[in-house]
Every structure is written in structure tokens, then in C-alpha cells.
């Protein structure tokens, strides 16, 4: 079967995940004996090492920077196809392109349907559930529990059953053949001969840890954390673990203690302050099970919370921080760079512990920092060197830009502003200011960036809150799942900013079967309106309308800026109540 010019499938931000269906039809005689129909897309994978000797994937000739978070079903399998499509949804949005699955491979092929049709890639991993005692029930070694020729036979037979089953969608881009460990080289030679026979179209991954293979060689990948709070330079400065260098293929700042709303539906009132054993028990295991690595950070940069309320509110502004330098220091680091998964990208029951978004689908606030983190044309405070640099994801190359560089105080005043043209070939990382060394800034001061063109309008912006007192990375004092500082930046001040006056006007309008929210937020104070959070909700219930996309949250508006914003929901949603919008923020004299 020949298709000339086919369309080809292609990943998210990247062009169209085109789709196929081929008719297949047996007759016998003149009567139908059998018939399948099958989606499928056309496009190339291929994996290769960079001059540094790390993998990197391509799509189509193209390299592309991995960007995605690891999927977990629910708990008790109960997802269904809206509950799938509207995560698809959400992994699109936050810009990523990549769902790593490990030991959790969904219940039908639904997400593998979802996946094509949304261009999200998809990492298939095969055997994390049996390389751990804990999770096998039987003992295990280096290579973990998969141990006779009887088991690697089945095992082996498994993997071909569930090569078969999937190996037609487009969005499989390789095939992850162990997690933390190696496989034995006599399962991994008939892993390889499964795949020979069955699907030679895409790469294997012998393991996602940094191991060498008798059978294939290097992995050149890496899985070596962090799981836990680390403060935002670390990505930029670690050159032995998990910094932005390679692909690191399991990682992330830690906790995203999730919004009050939801919190509310997981622990009852009289549990939800002090944090207490009710919080650790919607935690993890082991050196999971408790927020007090991600507190030290919390409370060190920022200040201890009173209530439950301020501790919620500012760790969206902490999340947001940790999960924004995350994506955006691999973007930066391009080429050396080629990939990074978080870890991970949703929670299969209510709990506090790596979730862009909780089991609600409720965003957090490192939902927003994924999602700006990871814009296609990106302009970035480098927090290792203090510079300012343009990121490409693109495969078209843009010129004749605009960026502007604004420095604040604490109290809004301009301290620096400059204006440079910017022009960047596909995928490509730039530096394009050197950023100086202000002296006599307040502690805590503010760092503006906008990228534009004169056709395209705003194409990009970031809003930073920085330190003139260092986070300073112990590196000779970590653990297998984090990184001690010897000492941290000092946000404190944000307590105490002048207060800003939003107003704001909104309307809502239906398209489809969807229902828009646009908002107009002007700032009519000659102070920053910091971090404010946009909600549309359910007026009779006074409960968000979930899923939801906005194209912005938690944003910050300088002293006399605009900004409009919408949000699209379903009207399903609404379960026949009307939608009402409402906003808060730090400094606000008002809210809506």
C-alpha cells in the first residue's frame, strides 16, 4: 500500500495529528468472511545521541524536546471516556506533548485513541510493577523479579500480545522496556525479538535509569530525581542528577498541595489546620508521606502560613515557581537537553503529591507554570546564569520580534527597562540579554518579559518574582530523591506590597456545546497586582466548573495594563446551573 503526499501525524505544537481509516475486507465467493476497520497515522520516529551522548527522539527528521508528565489511571479503574478526553484536553493545553505510562496502561484503548487525535505522544513502560519486591510479592535482584525461563517466556509473550493490541496508533513513539531497572539480558534478547517481529517501526528503551546494556548499550536517559522541593536553580545548576541536561524521564519539584476547594472535598473542616496526619495520609509512602521538605522550602522563601487559607493561596504562587523553571530550564538547554517528564501529571485518588492537577481535575497552581513554561515561543529568566533568553519549540523560524525587559521594585517602580529585536530559527535556545546586577533593589523585586511582532501581537510573556539573597544548592548534602540548600532567596516582602485596585468585566457567550468566559481585568492602581486567580464556578453550588481552560491564570498586571482572558468550559458542566466568574489576588483592595 503506496499514499503519495500522505499528511503526515505530527505531535502537539508542531502541526496536525492527522488521521487515517483503511477498510479491510475478506470475502470468500462473494461473502464478507471478515472486516476490520483501522485508524492509524502516517509519521516517522527515530531516536539519536547528542554531541553529549544523550537520547533524544525526532518526529518526522524534526527533533523535538520531550515535554510530559506521567499518567496514572484511577485508583479503582473507574475512568471514564470523559474523564480521559478532558485530561487529554488538559495535557494539550499545558503545552506538553508526551504522557509516560508506567505499569499503568489504561483499561481500554480509549487513551490511545485520545492520544492520536490530541497529538500527544505516548511512552508505553513495561515493567515497573515487577521490579520491586513490594510491588511483586516475591524476591528479586538486580534485574528484578522476572527471574526463570518459564517467566521471561510469558512475560516475553505478554509484551508481544500488547505490541499487537496498540502498535497502529501514531502516538506510540517507543516502546520502554524497564523502569528502574535493567531487564535480563536473556528477557531483554527476546523483548528484541518480539519487537523485531512485530513492530520494527519504532525505537526500544532498554530502561528509563541511566544504566549500560550487554544486549543494547547505553540507555543514555536518566531517572535519578529529584521528587522533592528544590528551589528553582537547581535545574539550571545540577550537573550530576536531574539538571536540565538529557532526558530525565521521571522528575519534578515535589508536592502541589492542590486549591482550598478541593482540599475541602478530601479532608473534613476540623482537620484542615494545622497540617496534620489527615494531610500525610493523602500524601505518599515512604519519604512521601509528609510536606516537611516541601515546607522547609516554603516557609524559608517565604514566610510561615497563619491559616489554611494563606498556606493554600501561596502554595499555588510555590507551585507555580518550582513547575515553571522545571520545563523552562530544558527549553533553555536546548540542544544538551532533549527531554523531561513530570512526575507526575495526575493523581489517581485526592492527594497533595505531584498533580499538575488533582483528582477533581482542579488546576493547581503548577498547572499555569507548566502551561507558560512550555509556551512554543518562549521568553525565560535563566535562574543559573540571571539572563534572559528566547526558546524555539517551533519548527519555523521567527523574526523580526520585539522583547521587552522590565524590571520592578517591591512598590512598582521601574528600575530598568530596555527594548531588543529578536529573531530565532526553529528549534533553537538564545540568549539575548545579559541581564545587569542591580544594586540598591529591594529584596524581593519583580522581573517583566514580553515577546511581540507587528502581525503577530503578543506572542509570548513571563512574570518572575526574584531575590537579591541567593538560593544556595548544597550539592554535597542530597539524597537519592532531592537537594539541601544551605541557604534561600528571601520572598518575604511579598507580604508586604502596596495594594492594587482591579477592575474587571466579563461576559459569557455559547459556542456549541461549550460555554466561553472572557474577562477584562485593568489595573487602575500604580501598583503590581500580584497572582491573581480567576474562577468561574457553578452560582448555585459555589463550586468551580471543571474541567476548565483558561488561557491564562494567575496572572500578574502591571500598573495600568489590560488584560483579557478567557476560559472554555463545557456546559455540561454547569449540570443546569448558571456560571458566575469571580478573581482574588495578594494585594487586591477588591475582588469579583
Known amino acids: 500500500l503506496t499514499i503519495n503526499n500522505p499528511k503526515l501525524w505530527w505531535p502537539n505544537n508542531l502541526g496536525n495529528p492527522n488521521l487515517y481509516n483503511l477498510n479491510l ?7 464478507i468472511s471478515d472486516q476490520q476497520n483501522i485508524r492509524f497515522g502516517i509519521r516517522k520516529v527515530e531516536d539519536y545521541l547528542n554531541e553529549q551522548g544523550h537520547r533524544g527522539y525526532k518526529i518526522n527528521g524534526k527533533k523535538i524536546l520531550i ?10 479503574l473507574a475512568d471514564d471516556h470523559d474523564k480521559i478526553e478532558a485530561q487529554m484536553r488538559y495535557v494539550k493545553h499545558l503545552n506538553l506533548n508526551t504522557i509516560r505510562l508506567e505499569g499503568f496502561w489504561g483499561s481500554s484503548k480509549t487513551l490511545y485513541d485520545l492520544a492520536d487525535e490530541y497529538g500527544i505522544l505516548v511512552m508505553p513502560g513495561w515493567s515497573c510493577q515487577w521490579e520491586w519486591e513490594d510491588y511483586l510479592g516475591k524476591k528479586v535482584d538486580q534485574y528484578g523479579g522476572i527471574i526463570t525461563e518459564e517467566e521471561m517466556e510469558l512475560i516475553s509473550r505478554s509484551l508481544e500480545d500488547q505490541v499487537k493490541w496498540l502498535r497502529n496508533h501514531p502516538s506510540i513513539f517507543v516502546w520502554v522496556l524497564a523502569s528502574d531497572m535493567l531487564p535480563r539480558p536473556a528477557l531483554e534478547q527476546k523483548y528484541n525479538l518480539v519487537l523485531d517481529k512485530t513492530d520494527p517501526t519504532r525505537p526500544a528503551l532498554a530502561s528509563c535509569g541511566l544504566y549500560d546494556s550487554e544486549v543494547s ?9 529529584p521528587y522533592d522541593y528544590v528551589t528553582p536553580n537547581y535545574w539550571y545548576l545540577d550537573k550530576e542528577k536531574g539538571g536540565a541536561y538529557g532526558f530525565n524521564t521521571e522528575t519534578g519539584p515535589g508536592p502541589q498541595p492542590p486549591p482550598l476547594e478541593s482540599l475541602k472535598r478530601m479532608i473534613p473542616d476540623d482537620k484542615l489546620w494545622p497540617i496534620n496526619d489527615y494531610w500525610d495520609y493523602h500524601c505518599g509512602r515512604k519519604e512521601f508521606n509528609t510536606l516537611n521538605w516541601y515546607l522547609r522550602g516554603y516557609e524559608n522563601r517565604y514566610w510561615k502560613a497563619e491559616n489554611v487559607e494563606e498556606f493554600l493561596q501561596l502554595a499555588q504562587v510555590v507551585n507555580y515557581e518550582a513547575m515553571r523553571a522545571m520545563f523552562e530550564s530544558f527549553g533553555v538547554n536546548k540542544p544538551e537537553a532533549t527531554g523531561v517528564v513530570q512526575w507526575m501529571l495526575n493523581s489517581a485518588w485526592p492527594e497533595m503529591f505531584w498533580q499538575l492537577y488533582d483528582y477533581y481535575l482542579m488546576p493547581n497552581g503548577a498547572f499555569y507554570g507548566t502551561r507558560v513554561g512550555s509556551q512554543p515561543i518562549n521568553i525565560a529568566y535563566n535562574y543559573g546564569d540571571k539572563n534572559i533568553y528566547v526558546v524555539n519549540d517551533t519548527y519555523q523560524t521567527v523574526e523580526n520580534l520585539t522583547a521587552l525587559v522590565k524590571v520592578l521594585d517591591i512598590d512598582s517602580k521601574v528600575v530598568y527597562e530596555k527594548q531588543l529585536p529578536v529573531n530565532i530559527r526553529e528549534y ?18 519583580f522581573l517583566s518579559l514580553k515577546i511581540s511582532g507587528e502581525q503577530e501581537g503578543l506572542l509570548s510573556e513571563n512574570f518572575y518574582w526574584l531575590s537579591t539573597k541567593e538560593d544556595v544548592i548544597d550539592f554535597s548534602d542530597d539524597t537519592w530523591f532531592s537537594t539541601r540548600n544551605k541557604s534561600y532567596a528571601d520572598l518575604s516582602l511579598l507580604q508586604t506590597m502596596p495594594k492594587a485596585e482591579i477592575e474587571a468585566e466579563h461576559q459569557f457567550t455559547n459556542s456549541g456545546d461549550d460555554q466561553i ?16 486567580e480567576l474562577n468561574v464556578y457553578n452560582k448555585e453550588t459555589d463550586q468551580s466548573i471543571l474541567p476548565v481552560f483558561w488561557e ?41
Open 217 to 225: 548499550g547505553p540507555t543514555a536517559v536518566k531517572m535519578n530525581g
Open 67 to 76: 515535554r510530559g508528565g506521567g499518567w496514572v489511571d484511577d485508583l479503582l
Open 428 to 445: 533553537e535556545s538564545n540568549k539575548i540579554l545579559d541581564l545587569p546586577v542591580f544594586e540598591n533593589i529591594s529584596t524581593t523585586y
Open 25 to 31: 475486507t475478506a470475502t470468500i465467493d462473494g461473502k
Open 552 to 592: 491564562n491564570n494567575f496572572v500578574s498586571i502591571l500598573p495600568g495594563e489590560t488584560k483579557t482572558i478567557k476560559a472554555h468550559y463545557s456546559q455540561k458542566g454547569l449540570n443546569g446551573g448558571q456560571a458566575a466568574f469571580r478573581f482574588s489576588g495578594f494585594n487586591l483592595t477588591n475582588s469579583e
Open 517 to 532: 468566559l472572557s474577562t477584562k481585568l485593568e489595573n487602575k492602581s500604580e501598583n503590581i497586582a500580584f497572582f491573581i
